[in-house]
């Protein structure tokens, strides 16, 4: 059964949702647009932004959206400046902006590797860094969304878990030194949630999702709107003194470690 909050539980707030496009962000921007936030979506395509704000304004929310790429920082800072110019100090920064594809480490060129650190890490960076100056300090809350490949290794998955372990990290660092300015910053690791890119391209069969099932404690793909409701809570004044912490909202997956491609795994040599 879907969880439910009061109605306005973010009246009044701002939101930038990076990554929100399409699938888990922008589920995370929808919920915090029901919630009563004024939400910026933000992607790379024009077209699925379009869509995606379209959606929103006929449900009676408040939304606009910037296309900029994570990876070019000044793009990502002209469409902050253009939230604040829009809404006001943003409350809510979402660094959810993410790339991926599996191959082995000897299987993937220097630039497939590159790109997905860029995405996730260097993307993650850039908007932090400049969303700051548009921060409503204190009370903002920054949340990165990762993935448990930041302390599990997966085979394929190289360059994720890479990324991942710096998002995580970085974000860290963040709440040590934007906290005396009533900033916080946490992250959340979400498990395999269904009907996302990044589960049809890890698990593109019947047969890959059931086998991704049975590392799953709960014994099911979570939703996006588990993902969605734990970001709810984290930028509420419900989480005011968390900052730092690691949120994972897996179904208990973390604990079935490297098993989520199965084993015995080998991987392709580089020729």
């Given amino acids: 059964?879907?969880?439910?909050?009061?109605?306005?539980?973010?009246?009044?707030?701002?939101?930038?949702?990076?990554?929100?496009?399409?699938?888990?962000?922008?589920?995370?921007?929808?919920?915090?647009?029901?919630?009563?936030?004024?939400?910026?979506?933000?992607?790379?395509?024009?077209?699925?932004?379009?869509?995606?704000?379209r959606s929103i304004l006929a449900s009676g929310r408040t939304a606009s959206y910037a296309a900029a790429d994570v990876r070019d920082y000044?793009?990502?800072?002209?469409?902050?400046?253009?939230?604040?110019?829009?809404?006001?100090?943003?409350?809510?920064?979402?660094?959810?902006?993410a790339g991926n594809f599996p191959a082995p480490a000897m299987g993937m060129s220097p630039n497939g590797f590159k790109a997905v650190v860029d995405i996730d890490l260097l993307g993650t960076y850039n908007t932090a860094r400049a969303a700051y100056p548009h921060l409503r300090k204190p009370g903002a809350s920054m949340i990165s969304i990762s993935a448990n490949h930041a302390s599990v290794p997966y085979p394929m998955q190289a360059h994720v878990c890479a990324a991942k372990a710096g998002v995580e990290r970085l974000t860290q660092v963040l709440a040590l030194e934007w906290g005396p300015e009533g900033v916080r910053a946490n992250t959340i690791n979400p498990g395999p949630i269904e009907g996302t890119e990044g589960m049809a391209r890890l698990a593109p069969t019947d047969a890959a999702k059931r086998g991704v099932i049975e590392t799953v404690p709960l014994r099911r793909m979570g939703t996006r709107d588990d993902i969605a409701n734990l970001a709810l809570f984290l930028c509420s004044e419900a989480a005011s003194y968390i900052t730092g912490a690691v949120l994972v909202c897996d179904g208990g997956q973390i604990h079935s470690g490297s098993r989520l491609f199965g084993a015995p795994f080998e991987a392709p040599l580089a020729r």
């Fill in 1 to 53: 059964m879907r969880a439910t909050f009061r109605d306005g539980l973010l009246e009044d707030k701002v939101a930038f949702v990076s990554g929100s496009s399409s699938g888990i962000c922008l589920r995370i921007a929808e919920r915090m647009a029901e919630a009563g936030a004024r939400v910026m979506l933000h992607g790379r395509s024009v077209e699925k932004l379009d869509a995606a704000c």
């Fill in 74 to 97: 000044d793009a990502i800072s002209r469409a902050l400046r253009q939230t604040r110019d829009l809404f006001g100090e943003i409350d809510i920064l979402i660094c959810g902006a």
